[in-house]
């Protein structure tokens, strides 16, 4: 099996910054595209962002130029740097991972639990 774990959530000020850590662990034999969701109770789940193995990033526009997701292939890990944050990013922000447990076997999508991120004003 394959867990993801994050960590960093928190309280924080509007303006203020954060930073998101996952780490997936267990059968793996690679990761293509893992990525950063958050929601709002009685709300969508949305993108935040993503990035493949390779390094290329894809943002929501709410977040473009405050947010930056960068990952270590080596860790199998995720990272989120939010700067500049405001109390409308308050959401349960949760990662996701496309793994490969084996060679040739087809790639699978796992979440982690979640961490809560709120900003206020």
């Known amino acids: 099996q394959v867990q993801l774990v994050e960590s960093g959530g928190g309280l924080v000020q509007a303006g203020g910054s954060l930073r998101l850590s996952c780490a997936a662990s267990g059968s793996i034999f690679s990761i293509n595209t893992m990525g950063w969701y958050r929601q709002v109770l009685g709300k969508q789940r949305e993108l935040v962002a993503a990035i493949t193995s390779g390094g290329s990033t894809n943002y929501a526009d709410s977040v473009k130029g405050r947010f930056t997701i960068s990952r270590d292939n080596a860790k199998n890990t995720v990272y989120l740097q939010m700067n500049s944050l405001k109390p409308e990013d308050t959401a349960v922000y949760s990662c996701?991972?496309?793994?490969?447990?084996?060679?040739?076997?087809?790639?699978?999508?796992?979440w982690g639990q979640g961490t809560q991120v709120t900003v206020s004003s």
């Open positions: 996701n991972a496309d793994v490969r447990m084996y060679r040739g076997s087809y790639y699978n999508t796992y």
